[in-house]
């Protein structure tokens, strides 16, 4: 088979990785890609939104299946695209359909989905400008913090957790009046402040079948102990120690299966990866948010314990035929730590040299923010690279990967110290 995956992050290079394992593939693109996929796929360069390039490009690499990565292209249709054009309707899309992807497009349809299907979830109201003193007084009937969502895509950037009534009010003005985050925010979701723990299960699915894969905990915050912005994740464990098998039943039974077969009763064609980001309240878990890919940098840990072979995965949830496959799992423990540039989450620079890389051993460098260039690996995003490691436990795992850390260097490199700590 010839295989495309688009994207350019580590969750990307953790797929190629894999990928590239399989004797099922022939040969493999990753459209940009960065520099780790380099080393070991072909990358295009071109955008994961331009459906027209892509479809010059399946057509003349005559590519069987397309792994989507990000969620940009599947928010807008990049599945329905291929689906309702007779050249490119024979490929295998792994990634749901349009209407599907407003799981994540829209946490209004999100919120609305859920409670329909009756799936636990926080309480929760919705705003645009026009209602703005609506969500004034909405905000009065809750007790702090208060969390405020933007309706859109906002590169994870969109939800704000404020302790202060009036602090939450201008918040909530500036994102609906000042389009704090653009288009992204013209719709506010309010809802009730759950205090728990989370963490982030996967799920496979064709549309009819599931399959889940191992649970993993991220870290968003960009300092230590859990402080300061929000970033798209520095660092993350799997399994996560505190999912019992009675609190995974839980989440199997009052979350994922209303989940699948909500999708079916509401019509939504969905075949790819459901990220479900769950916070546990007691002993019960409850639906923060969908995402309709896998996380990143959970994919790093994910992936590396998945003992199948990814593309046979891939082609029963083209064909339908997900129930055909037992998920194989290492036992190991497996940790991952991300480096970032120096100012990230805000403005940071580009361009600088990654040197260190042949030192490495027992982990994984998995290439995110990193490009090829002159024969060199240079910075070219936030989040650079997630360095993953195995362990017997979690503990072992991340020593392994802070070990190895230390042998890495870019000017202003930084990564959280704390990964894993709070467990």
């Not at 979350?255 to 980001?277: A, C, H, N, R």
């Not at 260190?356 to 998995?366: H, K, Q």
Request: glycine share 8%; proline share 4%.
């Amino acid at each position: 088979m010839t295989i495309l995956i688009l994207g350019s992050g580590g969750r990307e290079h953790t797929f190629a990785w894999k990928i590239v394992q399989s004797p099922l593939c022939q040969k493999l693109f990753v459209a940009p890609g960065n520099s780790g996929t380099a080393e070991i796929a072909e990358n295009i360069d071109l955008k994961v939104t331009n459906f027209e390039a892509i479809k010059k490009l399946v057509l003349e690499k005559q590519i069987d299946m397309v792994v989507v990565g990000p969620e940009d292209p599947l928010v807008q249709g990049i599945h329905d695209f291929f689906l309702n054009d007779e050249a490119l309707k024979h490929v295998a899309v792994i990634g749901p359909q349009k209407a599907a992807a407003q799981l994540e497009g829209s946490k209004e349809f999100a919120k609305q989905f859920l409670c329909r299907h009756n799936i636990p979830t926080a309480a929760y109201q919705s705003f645009d400008a026009s209602s703005l003193e609506s969500g004034y007084e909405f905000l009065e009937t809750l007790t702090a913090p208060y969390v405020l969502k933007a309706d859109g895509l906002a590169a994870g950037k969109g939800v704000l957790i404020l302790n202060d009534l009036n602090e939450a009010k201008a918040e909530l003005k500036s994102m609906l009046v000042d389009a704090k985050f653009g288009a992204a925010s013209t719709k506010v979701v309010i809802e009730e402040f759950l205090d728990g723990i989370e963490l982030s299960c996967f799920v496979l699915t064709d549309g009819k079948n599931y399959k889940i894969l191992p649970t993993a905990k991220d870290y968003k915050r960009i300092g230590e102990g859990d402080t300061g912005l929000n970033t798209g994740g520095m660092g993350a464990v799997s399994p996560v120690p505190f999912a019992t098998e009675s609190f995974l039943n839980k989440i199997e039974e009052r979350i994922v299966k209303p989940t699948v077969v909500g999708l079916q009763k509401d019509g939504l064609d969905y075949k790819g990866f459901i990220f479900i980001g769950i916070i546990k309240v007691g002993d019960d878990p409850k639906v923060i948010e969908y995402n309709v890919r896998m996380g990143d940098p959970e994919t790093e840990v994910v992936v590396p314990r998945l003992k199948n072979d990814l593309v046979e995965i891939f082609q029963a949830i083209a064909n339908q035929q997900l129930d055909k496959i037992t998920i194989d799992i290492d036992e190991r423990a497996a940790t991952t730590v991300m480096l970032v540039s120096g100012g990230y989450p805000e403005s940071y620079e580009k361009g600088k040299e990654i040197t260190g890389l042949e030192n490495l051993t027992e982990v994984i460098p998995f290439h995110a923010g990193a490009v090829l260039k002159d024969g060199k690996v240079v910075t070219s995003g936030g989040r650079v690279m997630a360095i993953t490691a195995f362990g017997n436990t979690y503990q072992e795992a991340i020593k392994k990967s802070y070990q190895n850390i230390e042998r890495l260097h870019f000017d202003k490199m930084y990564y959280r110290k704390d990964i894993g700590f709070d467990l």
